[in-house]
């Protein structure tokens, strides 16, 4: 059974950090290219970043270049997101899904909640 476990969402404020991680099972996660993707309320989903199965080669939405890292851990089947510079319209359930151009959550996808307020 696949299984993509998000974490490490919260309160933050503007300005703040936060790491996300994605712990995944069930498939051969170091053979796929992986996304994350985010919903904010009252609005449809959208692609974040993506990145190769190896992690040689990340993308980035344009908006988001320069604040959001990803990265994989192969070896622990887990994929990350620093986030920094946090803004309020960063505010959203933030997902991991195969992929390195995902725009839609996986189906079933818990994802973690990021607000950013003040």
């Known amino acids: 059974e696949v299984q993509l476990v998000e974490s490490g969402g919260g309160l933050v404020q503007p300005g703040g950090s936060l790491r996300l991680s994605c712990a995944a099972s069930g498939f051969p996660f170091g053979s796929y290219a992986m996304s994350w993707v985010r919903q904010a309320p009252g609005k449809g989903p959208e692609w974040v970043s993506g990145?190769?199965?190896?992690?040689?080669?990340?993308y980035y939405r344009d908006s988001l270049k320069g604040r959001f890292t990803i990265s994989r851990d192969n070896a622990k089947n887990t994929l990350y997101l620093q986030m920094n510079s946090l803004k309020p319209e960063d505010t959203a359930v933030y997902y991991c899904a195969p992929g390195v151009f995902t725009t839609t959550p996986p189906p079933g996808g818990q994802g973690t909640q990021v607000t950013v307020s003040s």
């Open positions: 990145i190769t199965s190896g992690g040689t080669k990340t």
